[in-house]
């Protein structure tokens, strides 16, 4: 989505899950080089999620600042504006905006991943690799 200091990004909502029923994502036959998956209550917490797991693990100075200084801005592009809705209700429960449990007991959670291309890797080269992916 966006292009900076050499890198790109994308988050992309995967929606409202539990740890048991959550699918995952990866990025094989996709452009991207890593993807990072954030769980919580709004959008914008597991986009936070996905974010701090990034800057966590990846040891290129230059990508780290780069996704730290995501703006709450290109999130909100990203995600779309109910960023702040809660999973509660988002799944149509106005009394209780806590997230609400499965039949398993287990809490659903909004999931964000993060996916990111390498550093270095230039706009030419990244258009070229969506267009083989």
């Known amino acids: 989505m966006e292009t900076q200091e050499k890198y790109h990004w994308d988050l992309s909502d995967c929606g409202i899950s539990s740890p048991s029923y959550f699918q995952g994502v990866g990025t094989a036959h996709t ?3 890593m993807v990072f998956v954030g ?3 709004t959008l914008r917490d597991a986009a936070e999620d996905a974010m701090e797991q990034a800057c966590s693990v990846m040891d290129d100075s230059v990508t780290q600042r780069a996704i730290a200084t995501i703006s709450d801005e ?4 990203s ?3 109910s960023v702040d809705e809660t999973v509660g209700a988002a799944l149509g429960n ?3 905006e806590d997230n609400e449990e499965d039949n398993c007991g287990e809490e659903n959670q ?3 991943a993060l996916f990111v291309s390498e550093a ?6 990244f258009m070229m690799r969506r267009v083989h992916a």
């Open 31 to 33: 452009p991207w080089d």
């Open 39 to 41: 769980v919580g209550n």
């Open 74 to 77: 290109e999130i909100v592009d």
């Open 79 to 81: 995600l779309g504006s």
């Open 94 to 96: 106005e009394e209780d």
């Open 110 to 112: 909004y999931y964000v």
């Open 120 to 125: 270095g890797v230039t706009d030419e080269d």
